[in-house]
């Protein structure tokens, strides 16, 4: 392990030069005069003078507007921040400006393949001509603007093009992935009441089939406001529903090719998409991103902290129901092809995504931290399996990535990559901190703070701390925030998710460390916490050392610290298969933690369990754990159907009874 002081990788002279972000840095000395010398200084202005950093990327880029903006911003206020009133504009024609039909038509726009269908391209020329015909079709439905299109589909290029199409149009897209049973994606698509419903037949995961036509057909009874269902045959190709569109008469409807596409000029702040919270405890919320805020922040994000442009090839492992979904379609906006996968990671083995990889020539290879960690787990080793030569970053983001994981993506991926480890996440749809091309990175560090973005570690009387952990707060508005909740009257549940602890700033529920050097860690949510004896650490740092024995599979922790009464810690550790928990591998847990960590957060009890709860999107459900153990009831701490385990649930409401009866 490389000491903390030395970098694990730094640019060459010539990756800088060639860095989209390097080029802004050019643009900036010669049309504004401001000739940065560096990233912090840039950063540093990009906070500072707010309005004349964001209206930099609006030039620098080129977004086109039907009418000009007649100022950049009303107020520093959040929530509520009104962004370059008077614009009208369309996030769907970004995609396609810099692409000219004739002389780039052919070149492939989406990369896919999934467990039911071998490896496909479809080209920019094809993707508008499908992108057209959706949109078309659509209007001549009786779908127009502010209308919810909301979609049940898997990470196909289907998926795409019809996000894309209602963007065109106006429409509000809202997507669950067909792995979330129908309470869950009721639950979302009941409070935006939808006109049209967008859905597959089934799925492949695993090598197994999941017919969905009755989840479906569930959903079509239980939203009442729908005018209209469109099926895409997927698992089986003859599938029907009554009175269901078929797909395919979306692309030859007699509307479809009648005009050329059409991108509706909306106001800066016109709903895009209808994003929703994990959903393990309460309803979801819905929020509302518009088409400025989510192209300007795609912009700036993709070419200038991803370093993606058209010679790219952007590849994120992600459902639908992931904001890396949202992410990775906003790949097109820079010109980059994004290359799709959808099904299981591991399997036949966890070497999948990575033959992937090298099949669609990606330049950018992006997962979940915890995909990472097994596969190092498993003795992958990704370059032996995988011609990965072409790969110029490696993306994650999900939890934090720990430092072991670094250090093996730079043993057996790649030594000269670009390791784009970021946090943000749905509630901005952009990143707060992640990477930079042009400054060295460090183990188990993400590199800065993004620009535009100014966050910070506050204490708990609103203070920033230098190079200490504290709560991630932004205290700037940004672009990105959310316009409102659906259905949210006066803001109440959109004050209370994130302006409640210091008024008038976004506290995102992280703990978060600026480094001296202006890198960041993310510790953990901040509500799940591990405080013991008024030392606070992040549950990462112990799941860092507790995972780190060969013995170990995954792990859960919570402190139930609560009103006055005396802290229990208990620590659930699924292990190898053939392994037992006893005295020595007990000791063992707690010796480790006692020496990398500290006396003060070695468990109080250590259980062996069958699995770890988590979210569809593989998160570790801590807090509703914490909450089932404190004597708060299962139905109102967890959401089965947002749960990729929901079985093992059984194990955990058992413990509980068992401590409860025990007290």
């Known amino acids: 392990m490389p000491p903390e002081n030395h970098p694990l990788w ?27 010398t560096d990233y912090h200084a840039l950063w540093q202005w990009s906070v500072d003078h707010l309005e004349d950093f964001w209206e930099s990327v609006w030039q620098y880029f080129g977004i086109r507007s039907a009418a000009p903006y007649e100022q950049v911003l009303d107020a520093h206020r959040m929530p509520g921040a009104a962004w370059f009133a008077g614009a009208r504009l369309n996030f769907a024609e970004q995609v396609f400006r810099f692409h000219d039909q004739d002389n780039e038509g052919d070149r492939p726009a989406i990369i896919a393949q999934s467990e039911l269908r071998p490896m496909t391209q479809l080209s920019w020329r094809d993707m508008r001509r499908q992108i057209t015909a959706v949109a078309n079709t659509l209007r001549a439905l009786g779908v127009g603007p502010g209308d919810r299109v909301v979609a049940y589909l898997p990470n196909i290029p289907e998926t795409a093009i019809a996000f894309y199409a209602c963007a065109s149009i106006g429409a509000i897209w809202s997507s669950c992935s067909p792995d979330m049973g129908s309470a869950s994606v009721l639950d979302r698509f009941r409070q935006i009441d939808p006109k049209v419903l967008i859905a597959v037949d089934g799925y492949r995961y695993g090598g197994k089939d999941f017919d969905r036509l009755s989840v479906v057909e569930a959903m079509r009874q239980s939203l009442p406001t729908l005018q209209q269902t469109v099926l895409l045959p997927y698992l089986n190709p003859d599938a029907t529903l009554d009175q269901a569109l078929p797909w395919q008469n979306l692309l030859t409807h007699p509307a479809a090719q009648a005009q050329p596409i059409r991108f509706e000029q909306l106001p800066f702040d016109h709903p895009l998409w209808i994003l929703y919270s994990s959903g393990t405890t309460g309803m979801p919320k819905p929020i509302v991103h518009g088409h400025g805020g989510s192209l300007l922040e795609g912009m700036k994000g993709h070419a200038l902290h991803l370093d993606l442009g058209p010679q790219d090839r952007f590849f994120w492992f992600s459902t639908t129901g992931w904001i890396m979904w949202n992410s990775q379609v906003t790949g097109l906006l820079v010109g980059a092809t994004i290359c799709i996968y959808d099904g299981n990671p591991g399997y036949p083995d966890l070497g999948t995504l990575w033959k992937f990889a090298e099949r669609a020539g990606a330049t950018f290879f992006g997962a979940g931290a915890a995909y990472y960690g097994n596969c190092m787990k498993a003795g992958i080793e990704p370059a032996k399996i995988a011609d990965l030569h072409r790969l110029r970053s490696v993306g994650s983001t999900g939890s934090p990535l720990p430092a072991e994981s670094y250090e093996w993506i730079y043993r057996h991926v790649g030594q000269d990559v670009l390791l784009a480890a970021i946090s943000g996440g749905t509630d901005v749809a952009a990143s707060f901190v992640g990477a930079c091309p042009i400054l060295p990175l460090y183990s188990g560090e993400m590199q800065c703070r993004c620009l535009g973005i100014a966050a910070y570690a506050f204490d708990d009387r609103g203070n920033a701390l230098d190079d200490a952990v504290g709560e991630l707060v932004i205290t700037k508005p940004m672009p990105s925030m959310p316009l409102y909740f659906w259905n949210d009257p006066g803001n109440k549940r959109y004050l209370d998710s994130y302006f409640d602890t210091y008024p008038g700033l976004w506290r995102h529920g992280d703990w978060i460390r600026i480094t001296a050097r202006g890198g960041a860690i993310i510790y953990g949510r901040s509500d799940t916490t591990i405080n013991r004896h008024g030392i606070r650490m992040g549950t990462a740092e112990i799941y860092r050392v ?30 190898r298969p053939g392994v037992a928990l006893d005295a020595a591998l007990d000791r063992r847990i707690r010796d480790k933690i006692r020496s990398a960590l500290s006396a003060r957060h070695v468990p109080d009890d250590i259980f062996a369990a069958d699995e770890i709860p988590r979210t569809l999107t593989g998160k570790k459900m801590e807090l509703p754990i914490k909450n089932l153990l404190l004597g708060m ?4 701490i967890a959401n089965r159907d947002a749960m990729s385990n929901p079985g093992c649930l059984a194990y955990y409401v058992e413990f509980a009874q068992r401590r409860k009866t025990a007290d």
Not at 28 to 35: G, I, N, T, V, Y
Not at 547 to 571: A, N, Q
Not at 633 to 636: A, I, T, V
Request: net charge negative.
């Open 546 to 575: 507790v995972e780190d024995l060969p013995e170990v599979i995954d792990s859960l922790v919570v402190d139930l610290e609560y009103l006055g009464r005396e802290s229990y810690m208990p620590l659930f550790v699924v292990l």
């Open 10 to 36: 730094t640019p060459s002279t010539l990756r800088i030069e060639r860095s989209r972000l390097h080029g802004y840095m050019r643009w900036l000395r010669q049309e504004k005069a401001l000739p940065f």
């Open 633 to 636: 009831p299962l139905e109102k």
